[in-house]
């Protein structure tokens, strides 16, 4: 019978499957806040960039004001410095998307005077995220940005040539301060909606970050339990293999006890009175007692040869794998007929045989121990009052089983003890063997899968019926 272990009996697939989905939910857990971090980390590094911009911008818009009323050179060329701030800026997003190489898109963004440590992530969410609906919008509120700081520059150009040349009237100076005023608003509200959408977008993230958190969090729970409530299954499913198979461990140490204390006992009997007899011949004259005693000497040698016997079944009982084999069963029992052919009380009985099974799928072995204790008893146990002695031997098919019987009208068994003569070593005043005989039959009926019952009557004769299934799994 294989029973089976706990590494067995543990589904692997499915602790692998677990161990997979927390893998998979902590490498995702990792990758989402690691590029989530970097893009909150370089939509601040454009919301830093816009904020220089804008300064730029309104430098500019300044020194170009007073450089218009001044006419003072040192004005126009803070003008020059301060315009390049957005002007670079505005390179950057060109070469961004004409796709023009990193160096261009730096030299760009240096000149805006974004930080060094900015400028990747500046690159890197572009070129990943230029498809999102919230970098879209900033990045259409830059592109207008950057014409209205080419509008500006256009009219600074114009101031500049002007002043150039001559002077311009108060009415001139107002319609370009008016100009750039415009522009200037335009663009503080370009830069407020550039930064509002980056702000919106980022708000998006860390809503989604929350989002992809709690769910990843609850798939790794999720897994875990289940994998500890797996392993708590098949630990408590050990624990109770492991209780059984104490508990038969118990039970065959006291059987061995038993055993090893009632077989020593039973092995020494017949030798004590093989002792006793052999003394007693030595000093006896006549030859017919000591034919006597030589008779009584024999019985006791067959009891403990039947014995040592007995102890041969049991350990092969107990030790051999169940072999299963075709059978011929009349051919068993005719074998063992004839193995008690040679005791003196078998040749008063009439043996009977109502077989009706030719072939039986089973353990021969089994087979043998069975038939042979229950037809060496019904010989042992015979009515030596009666002359009509008999033991009737029947097997017949029964549906998915196999009904085998052995009668006899032997001497009977009283009621309140047939249910004990299946334990072992149990004997009785007239018990005449080891007390192991239908001990081991059990055993094998069982081995077999089957049942083993008594039917008796004192002084009427008793019947033994062994069902056996047919067919056994292999
Ligand atoms: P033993 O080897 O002593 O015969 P068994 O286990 O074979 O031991 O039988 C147990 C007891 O059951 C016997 O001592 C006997 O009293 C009783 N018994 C078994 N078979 C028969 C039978 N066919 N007729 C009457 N008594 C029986």
Redesign the pocket.
Known sequence: MAKRGITENLKLPKVYFLFFVVFFSCASLILVNYGTIRILSANRAYVNGESHYSKGQKDAVRHLTTYLYTKDEEQWISFLEEISVPKGDGLARMALIKNQSDDLVKQGLRAGRNKEEDLDDIIWLYKNFNKVSFFTKAMKEWEAGDSSIDELIQIGNEIHQKLAVSDLDAEEKQAYLLQIGDISETLTENGRNFSNALTEGSGKIKQYLVFANIFFILVIISAVSLYFSVMLKKLLESAKEIELKNKNLVLANRELDSFVYSASHDLRSPITSLKGLIEIAKEEKDPNQVRHYFGLMNQSLTMQD?FIN?IIDYSRNKRKERVLEIVNFDKIVNDILLQHNYLSEAKAIQIKKNVEIDEMHTDGLRLKIILN??V???I??SDKDKNDKFIEIAAHHEDSFFKIEVK?N????KKD?QAK??EMF???D??????????I?KQAVENLKGTITVA?EVKQ??T?TVIIPKYHET
């Open positions: 039947q007995d204790n229950l060496s008893n019904a042992k146990y006899d032997g001497i009977g068994i003890i003569i299946f149990f004997g009785t007239h018990n005449l063997g080891s007390g192991l005989g239908l001990y039959t008796s004769g008793s033994f």
